[in-house]
Structures are given as C-alpha cells and as structure tokens.
C-alpha cells in the first residue's frame, strides 16, 4: 500500500456508497509505507468501513487464489501505473477491472474478441467519478453482466506466458550487440 496505488481515494469512494451491499478487500504490502497504511486505517475507521473493508496484506500462491475466486471486481486506483500486472491477473481470471487511466492500464484493460470492455476507466484525480463507477457496479445487473462476459472474453484473448516470453525473446534478440565496443 502506497501512495502511488491512491488506496485512500478507493476508501473514500467506497464511503459514498454504503448504502449499497459491497465488502472489499485490499491485498498488498503493509510494509513499504507504514504512515500511509497508518493513514488507510485511520480512514477506515472515519467511515465507520472496518466491518466491509479489509487491509488483507501481501498475499501469493492458493492466498491470492482464494482472494481473486472471491472477487467480484478488481480496482485499481493508482495515480501511475507502467502496466498494471494486478489488472491482467484479474482479467485472466475473468474479474472485471475498474482502474484509473494512467500509463500502461488502458492497454492492460483491452478489448475481448467481440469488442466488448472488460473494465471501466476513470481519471486519477477524480474520486467522484470513481464513486459514480463504484454505485454503477453495485446498483445495476446490467452493467455487472456486460462487464464480467466482455472480462471472460479478454480472458480468452490473453497471450499465456509461453507466447508472452517467445515474443520477448524476440524483441531481445532485435537489439543492437553492445558487448563488443571500440578500443
């Protein structure tokens, strides 16, 4: 949990919504920024959010499993993001994704085949918007249906990671020698 990751403005979104049935789970370091994760807490408690939302902490292997087979949707709140790894794990276990449209995030989201969106997009300095999103999700079948199908489509489209490290590799074998250099 970071600053960066902009956890507080998801906290502060989800106050807006308790009228709606949610619980969320925020899975990730506590280590890296304690006065940060100090400051999460203390606005967990100011929303009165400590029986919904849960800081579950870094989590790998059958954890982070049960954590995704659990979720309904994936948010992803970050002021930057170079590519947003959690949005493809989310997408290909076909969790739809609400995240900010910062840096590599827009092509982690993509399309499914069909052309449909697996996730929504909102501006980083919005924490309305967000909100606006977050009661879309909760209130409305419709927009959970379309997302989570165009989410099980993206999830199909998804390159595995044999094809992911044979397109690397060749990338890296395009690049120019640099171990021999003039004397």
């Known amino acids: 949990m970071t600053l ?6 998801l906290i502060e979104a989800l106050a807006t919504v308790t009228d709606l049935p949610w ?3 925020f899975v990730g370091g506590l280590g890296q920024d304690p006065e940060y994760v100090a400051r ?10 400590g029986d919904r939302l849960h800081l579950a902490g870094p989590q790998a292997g059958a954890e982070l499993d049960a954590s995704y ?7 992803l709140a ?3 993001e170079t590519y947003g790894m959690a949005v493809t794990e989310a997408l290909a276990r076909g969790i739809p994704v609400l995240a900010t449209d910062v840096g590599g995030v827009p092509e982690a989201v993509g399309r499914a085949p069909d052309g449909g969106v697996p996730g929504i997009l909102v501006p980083p300095e919005d924490p309305a918007a967000l909100a606006a999103e977050l009661r879309g999700w909760f ?3 419709d927009v959970r249906r379309r997302l989570k199908a165009a989410a099980r489509g993206r999830r199909a489209a998804l ?3 044999a094809t992911t490290a044979r397109s690397l590799a060749g990338v890296l074998s395009r690049l120019p020698d640099t171990s021999r250099r003039a004397a």
Do not use: N, P
């Not at 203390?42 to 959010?49: P, S």
């Not at 087979?69 to 948010?75: F, G, K, P, Y």
């Open 4 to 9: 960066r990751k902009g956890q507080h403005r």
């Open 23 to 25: 619980t969320c789970s």
């Open 40 to 49: 999460l807490r203390a606005l967990i408690d100011q929303h009165g959010l």
């Open 69 to 75: 087979a659990a979720a309904d949707l994936m948010v």
């Open 78 to 80: 970050s002021y930057a």
């Open 139 to 141: 209130g409305e079948a």
């Open 159 to 161: 390159d595995g990671w």
